[in-house]
């Protein structure tokens, strides 16, 4: 038995910071690259700051010259490294509960199949918008980096692992925040986020029978409610 663990699946009640990380790796790994690649663009000149921002961007351009790369490099850089405390607070708030409840594998598959998904769908349309003159050519080297399709598949996810009756309420407000954006005034990156809120709503089957870490072991799940 892992140290980690008592025999309930809790984590070290003597050490609770420790315990949250080790269950919750994959978050922590990511956002520790991203604090990095933060730090990079803040002490960057402007120049290198642009070449950065570009050259791991997944738009049009990059997908086209290097498909690969780009989907992954863009999930590691965010634009404005002032709001990386932001994000570290979305991350602890969704991804993390995500991967501790259902385990690493899965929620990786998640918010990576969010991720690639989004990407080439919202890309797709910048590209036939462009073909169609409706929007500029430079479109096609927008910076589109981020890792906010990630975080809208975490939240679509999470809505099954809420008791019943607060269920439904979660997700409206989580239709609503992706969805009025995308209604009013879209987007490209509004059309990626609720693609991957979407695919994340899509995940309930990686619910069940959840392989991470119990966070209680007497919290009843969402299905007794």
Do not use: C
Request: charge should be neutral.
């Amino acid at each position: 038995m892992s140290a980690a663990t008592d025999r309930t699946g809790r984590g070290e009640p003597s050490r609770p910071v420790r315990s949250w990380i080790r269950s919750t790796p994959g978050t922590h790994i990511w956002l520790l690259i991203i604090a990095v690649t933060s730090i990079v663009i803040e002490f960057s000149t402007e120049g290198l700051e642009l070449y950065l921002l570009h050259r791991t961007s997944s738009n049009v351009h990059e997908l086209s010259a290097h498909p690969f790369q780009s989907l992954l490099t863009s999930a590691f850089w965010i634009e404005n490294p002032s709001s990386f405390l932001l994000y570290a607070v979305l991350f602890e708030i969704f991804h993390a509960h995500v991967e501790r409840w259902i385990g690493t594998l899965r929620w990786l598959f998640t918010v990576a199949t969010a991720h690639i998904a989004a990407t080439l769908i919202s890309q797709r349309v910048v590209l036939l918008s462009i073909e169609n003159h409706e929007v500029p050519r430079r479109m096609a080297h927008v910076v589109d980096i981020g890792v906010s399709y990630g975080i809208a598949a975490s939240v679509g996810i999470l809505t099954y692992r809420l008791p019943y009756r607060w269920r439904w309420l979660y997700l409206a407000g989580a239709l609503a925040f992706f969805g009025v954006p995308l209604a009013t005034d879209g987007t490209f990156t509004d059309l990626g986020h609720a693609i991957a809120l979407g695919i994340g709503l899509l995940g309930w089957p990686l619910t069940r029978n959840p392989g991470g870490t119990k966070i209680s072991g007497s919290e009843p799940s969402a299905e007794a409610e």
